[in-house]
């Protein structure tokens, strides 16, 4: 994943906005960040956190399968996750924010450059949450 070994124990799926079994949900909160964003969208992924045990290893998203410029949205449901933010470069910035149910996170194209993100375990006992990520996949 992301271009080298990352440790993703959570469960994924995804559309293209365009695909017929595209579930209406998907496709109504789609069209609300498209409108909120100004992103063209045209692909969710869906991320599902079974509790505090699934996470996703610091990483940034796939270059070659971002379009050149646009941002990646991060919709949150369930249970709240802290997300870190970690500059790649030296001297190291680390950023950490709570994703809390129906917030959405716009991480621009420059972040996936500077930046690596990640979901780590919690200790705390947590109930489930999924991401609904948007993406402006070349086609
Ligand atoms: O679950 C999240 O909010 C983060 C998802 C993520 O990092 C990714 O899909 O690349």
Redesign the pocket.
């Known amino acids: 994943m992301y271009d080298r070994d990352v440790d993703v124990p959570r469960l994924t799926s995804g559309y293209h906005l365009t695909d017929a079994d595209l579930p209406p949900a998907l496709a109504e909160a789609a069209r609300r960040t498209i409108e909120a964003t100004g992103a063209p969208f045209n692909r969710v992924?869906l991320?599902f956190y079974r509790d505090g045990r699934d996470s996703?290893a610091p990483?940034n998203?796939h270059l070659y399968e971002i379009v050149t410029g646009y941002p990646i949205a991060?919709i949150?449901l369930g249970a709240t996750r802290l997300?870190t933010i970690r500059s790649k470069a030296k001297p190291r910035r680390v950023f950490d924010l709570d994703?809390e149910e129906g917030s959405l996170l716009v991480m621009s194209y420059e972040t996936q450059l500077h930046y690596d993100?990640?979901?780590p375990k919690a200790r705390a006992a947590l109930g489930p949450r999924i991401?609904i990520?948007l993406r402006v996949r070349p086609d």
Do not use: Q
């Open positions: 992924g991320n996703v990483h998203d991060l949150s997300m994703l993100h990640g979901i991401s990520a």
